[in-house]
């Protein structure tokens, strides 16, 4: 069974630029939620989908948004990118109870690098 | 003062020893999750408690609600279990609710 397989593992972007992160769940996985880690802040949570709803947010600006695809596939955008935005974006699956409930299942992560 | 703290932060062992990582929340908690993120990044979910105790092999973990504590216990500690453990709980009240807030984590090296 395929794990969680995140897309781009690496990848450089200038500041101001907008980036699109990729996220593919383990089959059958409802839920996908987004963490942000950076060696100062360690990891913060996104967000988390369920169903193609967003189901919780934590405390990050508008300039990172989110969405889930019928397939259960989500992606994750920041725009207009800052020097802090520096960092290892991680996403976890998990069947359908999410992080209340469920088991999460990590991807490799995308380790990005705004210049 | 961080929602989560976890202690602590760094901790080395001789392989064999037994091992405590704590966590302290501020919060009220849905649940906990204990994760474990080796060097190189991947994290790798331990448990998931809402109340008592869980046993994994050599990890157990253990939870109570009413002082807001979790530990982690490793009974005879390998080089292997060398990683960074990292609390997690799930917010129950106003804006945190259903949000995971994470500890720093405990890094952990255990010598052969």
């Known amino acids: 069974k395929a794990g969680v397989t995140q897309t781009p593992r690496y990848l450089i972007k200038t500041r101001g630029q907008q980036v699109t992160l990729s996220c593919s769940p383990i089959?059958?996985?409802?839920?996908v939620s987004w963490y942000q880690q950076t060696p100062g802040q360690g990891l913060q949570f996104l967000f988390e989908?369920?169903?193609?709803?967003?189901?919780n947010k934590g405390n990050f600006p508008g300039r990172f948004s989110g969405r889930q695809f019928s397939n259960s596939r989500s992606e994750m955008n920041v725009s207009t990118l800052e020097l802090g935005d520096s960092a290892l974006y991680l996403c976890?699956?998990?069947?359908?109870?999410?992080?209340?409930?469920?088991?999460?299942?990590f991807g490799e992560g995308s380790r990005l690098t705004v210049l | 003062k961080n929602e989560v703290e976890q202690s602590p932060q760094n901790l080395t062992a001789q392989e064999g020893e037994f091992i405590t990582i704590n966590c302290s929340y501020s919060?009220?908690?849905?649940?906990l999750h204990w994760l474990q993120q080796h060097p190189g990044g991947g994290i790798v979910s331990l448990f998931m408690?809402?109340?008592g105790k869980k046993k994994h092999g050599r990890l157990i973990a253990t939870i109570n609600i009413q002082e807001k504590h979790s530990s982690l216990h490793i009974t005879a500690s390998h080089p292997r279990d060398s990683a960074v453990y990292i609390c997690?709980?799930?917010?129950?009240?106003?804006?945190?609710?259903?949000?995971?807030?994470f500890g720093k984590g405990t890094k952990l090296s255990v010598k052969p």
């Open positions: 997690a709980v799930v917010g129950l009240d106003g804006g945190s609710q259903g949000n995971l807030i």
């Open positions: 919060v009220g908690i849905s649940a």
């Open positions: 989908y369920f169903s193609e709803t967003q189901r």
């Open positions: 089959s059958g996985h409802r839920s």
């Open positions: 408690l809402s109340s």
């Open positions: 976890a699956s998990s069947l359908s109870g999410g992080v209340r409930t469920g088991e999460l299942f």
